[in-house]
T-cell receptor
Framework: TQLLEQSPQFLSIQEGENLTVYCNSSSVFSSLQWYRQEPGEGPVLLVTVVTGGEVKKLKRLTFQFGDARKDSSLHITAAQPGDTGLYLC??????????FGTGTSLTVIP | DTGVSQNPRHKITKRGQNVTFRCDPISEHNRLYWYRQTLGQGPEFLTYFQNEAQLEKSRLLSDRFSAERPKGSFSTLEIQRTEQGDSAMYLC????????????FGPGTRLTVL
């Protein structure tokens, strides 16, 4: 059973457009992570957010952790074809147990 | 270096056969995780090791599944009497503890049960 729901599940956009992916849970986590996964490879960590309300920026990617530390969002500005992949959020509990979201498959069309 | 290798990368087997996968971290890490992932979905936790001790198992890990980490370095995951529902990608990850608590994943073993 997945504790974290991501939306949308699939997203296909044109190069240059902006997008937001949401990660929602009824559980509180000590931190939340976002990963990107490409076909045939394991997920790769993009960012970890720890504090409620925290915002982190990684070039064109902006990550936010909800005030209650139950949800998060990922915003991509001016998407590029290289952003194509499966985006995964993961809640981390105090025992370093990781709970992955349902995933958002992003396709950026040139 | 925090690379993780997994072997084999692909495995096709007939229903009822046993299979074993191996995970080899390049460097030492106390914590090692196994996950199962189906296409387009997020990884589902199976089990994890703290050194050689297996500390937690998911209810997804039926009695047909067994995992070991005998020397606290590499790990194996065995599935006995495979079923078609076992077809999935099996991922191994190690934890680099620190501010980010980053998991480093291997490329996975894709299992297809015919």
């Amino acid at each position: 059973t997945q504790l974290l729901e991501q939306s949308p599940q699939f997203l296909s956009i044109q190069e240059g457009e902006n997008l937001t992916v949401y990660c929602n849970s009824s559980s509180v986590f000590s931190s939340l992570q976002w990963y990107r996964q490409e076909p045939g490879e394991g997920p790769v960590l993009l960012v970890t957010v720890v504090t409620g309300g925290e915002v982190k920026k990684l070039k064109r990617l902006t990550f936010q952790f909800g005030d209650a530390r139950k949800d998060s969002s990922l915003h991509i500005t001016a998407a590029q074809p290289g952003d194509t992949g499966l985006y995964l959020c993961a809640g981390v509990d105090t025992g370093n147990q990781f709970y992955f979201g349902t995933g958002t498959s992003l396709t950026v069309i040139p | 270096d925090t690379g993780v290798s997994q072997n084999p990368r692909h495995k096709i087997t007939k229903r009822g056969q046993n299979v074993t996968f191996r995970c080899d971290p390049i460097s030492e890490h106390n914590r090692l995780y196994w996950y199962r992932q189906t296409l387009g979905q997020g990884p589902e936790f199976l089990t994890y090791f703290q050194n050689e001790a297996q500390l937690e198992k998911s209810r997804l890990l039926s009695d047909r599944f067994s995992a070991e980490r005998p020397k606290g370095s590499f790990s194996t995951l065995e599935i006995q009497r495979t079923e078609q529902g076992d077809s999935a990608m099996y991922l191994c990850a190690v934890l680099q503890e620190g501010d980010d608590n980053e998991q480093f994943f291997g490329p996975g073993t894709r299992l297809t049960v015919l």
